[in-house]
């Protein structure tokens, strides 16, 4: 798959993701009567559903990353080349900022916003390194390609839940909060603190996956990156069709 086409899916991916999050969160409070239980559990099934409708609509062309954390684990692992990881990320932050204002300018609200949302201290920091932990460790382990979607979305919902950030998980996706004054937005004094949380999971993700799924490294058990398998785009393929 040419570069053009993979970076336009996940861009486009990026951009639904993301205005998914913030427009949702947006309906969410101003449905649920001050009730901020309601909100959240409105926001996470939105986000669910996008999600795992995304993967399973883009995986083929680009991997359906939407996030810079699995585009840099994907390049450690040889799956992704390093400008290609980079250009994945310009496009997955541009996509969810642009995503941002796409849910601004559907509920009528000022186009570009600075967000005073508190998000700091240690526990939230561990917050993010989990999600985004567990978010990676179900990339990179998942069985089978169809798998992805529900596996990677039911994650994201439980997380939103048992972690105290609600689970961002996602640098791109924080930037784009950040641009968002609502239910789900970030200071942007807050957002350094959440991606090096972020990356610090994911890349401890990848350490325990190597030992986890990879258990014969004499045999090169990981696919190349000269020899994707054509029903498994980078990124996304599964432990099964490794080797």
Partial sequence: MNLARRLAAEGIGSLLLAATVVGSGVMAERLSGGNLAIALLANTAAT??????????????SGAHFNPAVSLVQALRGLLSRRDAGAYALIQVVGCC???????AMFDLPWLQSSTHVRAGLSQWLAEAVATFGLVLVVLGHRRPQDAPWMVGAWIGAAYWFT???SFANPAVTIARSLSNTFSGIRQVDVPGFIIAQLAGALLALLVARRLFYTDPTTSTERTATSPSAASPPGLES?????
């Fill in 164 to 166: 105290a950030s609600t």
């Fill in 239 to 243: 432990r099964a069709d490794r080797g």
């Fill in 48 to 61: 669910v559903a996008v999600l795992a409708t995304l993967i399973a609509l883009l995986a083929p062309v």
């Fill in 98 to 104: 642009v995503g941002a204002i796409l849910a601004h």
